[in-house]
């Protein structure tokens, strides 16, 4: 099969064409870097041509009230290049519970792209993935002050990015599910002691003080940003990624 991965250079779009290829079939990264432009629409069309699968892995480079513009363009376009190029099936990664966090720009904007995709004119797969660990230094980063790091007792289920591109790349060799599928980590921590599990394996000379008014995830209620029913458990503990 031969697969157009747009995004393909960024953390999950480089894992998932070294896995599609070592796996036989013929995937191609696109971006910018390659000069595939999905804003203006540059090299979309040559990218999606003869592709089976059109993966997307692109993201709104801010996470404020730009977002949305973002997704509705690059979506469009992607769309438009895909159905051109008959393409049968395009591949989104999205975020575990978007849908219940229109308090937040990002995750409105997330579920503007899933609903541009449903109702798109090709088939489609949808998955969405719980908060990945490589992201954990960026989340520190966003509430400290000083030596301290401020953070709320939101429930976070996080997940390596091998293993998002593992389901990634399952999903995308199979047919298309036209709906989501959920994948996530198998450890659930309060954001603040993951915070400190990292600091205490990784120590930099910062501490956590819970503080459920701190950063962009004191807004998160109860378990949403984690994983029901029958998604995926993905198999990487956190601990032992930081390891």
């Known amino acids: 099969m031969k697969f157009a991965v747009i995004g393909g250079t960024g953390l999950i779009g480089s894992q998932v064409v070294k896995k599609l290829n070592a796996a036989g079939h013929e995937a191609v990264p696109h971006s ?36 949305p513009a973002f997704f509705q363009t690059s979506m469009d376009n992607l769309l438009a290049a895909a159905q051109k190029g008959g393409v049968g099936h395009g591949v989104i990664l999205s ?18 792209q899933e609903d541009i995709l449903k109702a798109g004119p090709i088939p489609y797969s949808i998955v969405r993935a719980t908060q990945f660990m490589e992201f954990m230094n960026a989340v520190l980063s966003w509430t400290t002050e000083g030596d301290t790091v401020r953070l709320p007792t939101t429930p976070i289920q996080p997940i390596a990015a091998q293993d998002v591109s593992d389901t990634v790349v399952e999903v995308a060799v199979g047919s298309p599910v036209n709906g989501i599928f959920n994948v996530g980590g198998p450890d659930v921590f309060p954001l603040d002691e993951l915070g400190r599990i990292t600091l205490t394996a990784r120590p930099d000379g910062r ?31 956190y601990t032992d990624w930081l390891s």
Request: aromatic share 4%; proline share 2%; net charge negative.
């Open 32 to 67: 910018q870097s390659t000069g595939v432009d999905v804003i203006t629409g540059q090299g979309l069309a040559e990218a999606a041509a003869g592709a089976d699968v059109l993966v997307n892995l692109t993201n709104s480079p801010t996470f404020d009230d730009a977002s």
């Open 95 to 112: 975020v575990v519970g978007a849908d219940q966090m229109t308090s937040l720009d990002y995750y409105r904007a997330k579920v503007l």
């Open 207 to 237: 501490t956590v003080v819970t503080d459920d008014t701190a950063g962009m995830f004191a807004t998160v209620e109860g378990d949403t940003l984690t994983t029901k029913g029958d998604a995926r458990i993905a198999p990487t503990h």
